[in-house]
């Protein structure tokens, strides 16, 4: 019996052979044997209000006051966020401001650093 190769996106040894397809049960990730080399494909491009990409631990600046749900105050323009995280999903960066904590922002309100 042949050794079934590990899922390329969650490393799951649980795979199994649908065709020419490999499926994880895990992660529901299916692939080919051709598209292994391809890494990153499921990769997230996130640009900024200028257009720059922007990566996972990029520092980013605010470019207007957002009002924050549950908060009396808002975010200001020109608070420096460091160290965001890119996410699937409408507010696509995951971060931590200092003062308001962990927050979800959306790439069109900022500007990398």
């Not at 598209?35 to 996972?56: C, F, M, Q, R």
């Not at 470019?63 to 749900?69: E, G, M, R």
Request: charged share 25%; proline share 4%.
């Amino acid at each position: 019996m042949t050794s079934l190769p590990n899922c390329p996106k969650c490393n799951s040894e649980y795979t199994y052979e649908d065709g020419d397809v490999f499926i994880c049960p895990e992660c529901a990730n299916e692939w080919t044997l051709d598209s292994t080399s391809n890494e990153n494909v499921d990769a997230i491009i996130v640009k900024d209000s200028n257009g720059n990409i922007l990566n996972d631990g990029d520092s980013v600046t605010i470019i207007k006051d957002l009002k924050v749900k549950g908060s009396s105050t808002p975010l200001k323009q020109g608070t420096k966020v460091k160290g965001i995280r890119l996410v699937e999903g409408d507010h696509n960066i995951d971060c931590k401001i200092n003062g308001f904590g962990a927050m979800k922002l959306k790439s069109e309100f900022v500007k990398k650093i």
